[in-house]
């Protein structure tokens, strides 16, 4: 019954991940795909960003995505932050995915057609963030 428990878990955390790399997507188009792709999520209105961005937030699982978006409204980059509690399985889940290509302790690659994505985490003392944004090319 545990080992159920935690590939569901595994499952679930799975697509909250793949669902992150919405960078180049405009913000209607990120607030349809959030819409019927996690309707759990819902869209946080509140004040006190002076940046752009979209903010979701999941109250049953206690889960923020913030998208970044650019002067034009285009996704730049994005956060999934998580409550500690889920950093273990989430590193679990980033290093033994065949989607992500690990590239140190805290680092990813994922592909998306062409283009490559790093994701890194960010870890507090509570809670910890899952950056992600467009690999940057090389000179």
């Known amino acids: 019954m545990n080992k159920l428990l935690i590939i569901l878990s595994i499952i679930i955390l799975s697509g909250s991940l793949n669902a992150q790399i919405l960078i180049g997507l405009t913000e209607d188009e990120i607030l349809n795909y959030m819409e019927e792709k996690h309707p759990n999520y819902n869209l946080n209105t509140g004040f006190g960003s002076t940046e752009n961005t979209v903010k979701f937030y999941d109250s049953t699982r206690d889960r ?76």
């Open 64 to 139: 923020t995505f913030i998208f970044f978006l650019d002067d034009k409204g285009v996704c730049e980059y994005s956060k999934l932050m998580l409550d500690m509690e889920e950093y273990d399985k989430t590193v679990s889940v980033m290093n033994n995915s065949k989607s992500f290509i690990t590239k140190g302790e805290h680092k990813w690659i994922q592909k998306k057609g062409n283009i490559e994505f790093v994701l890194t985490i960010d870890k507090t003392k509570w809670m910890f963030s899952l950056v992600t944004q467009k690999k940057k090319k090389r000179k």
